[in-house]
């Protein structure tokens, strides 16, 4: 039998995200990313912990804030190296010049 889970840590969850990442900008797909830490890392993680705080304080589960955060800011760490690591793959391979 096979367990599927999201339950990461934050180095687990920045892995994963890099992974993909990497992977979606190598083939070439790269979203209209600034690649900047404050604009594509720290604002959204920020947004997304307050969604994240806000379905939480639904379900009375306001513990989990701390790790909410630690886990989102390594998911969209991950995802900014990811994109910066596959689009140099991308370039390389396809012989146009890095940023």
Known sequence: ??????????????AR???DATAIAQA???PNITRYWHRDVLIPALR???NDWTWFRTKKLPAELTR??????????GRLEGYREGL???RLYHGTPAD
């Open 1 to 14: 039998m096979v367990i599927h889970s999201h339950n990461y840590s934050p180095g687990q969850a920045r």
């Open 17 to 19: 995200a890099r992974g």
């Open 28 to 30: 070439g797909n790269v």
């Open 48 to 50: 997304d912990t307050w």
């Open 68 to 77: 909410t955060f630690r886990i989102r800011y390594n998911q969209r760490l």
């Open 88 to 90: 140099r793959r991308y």
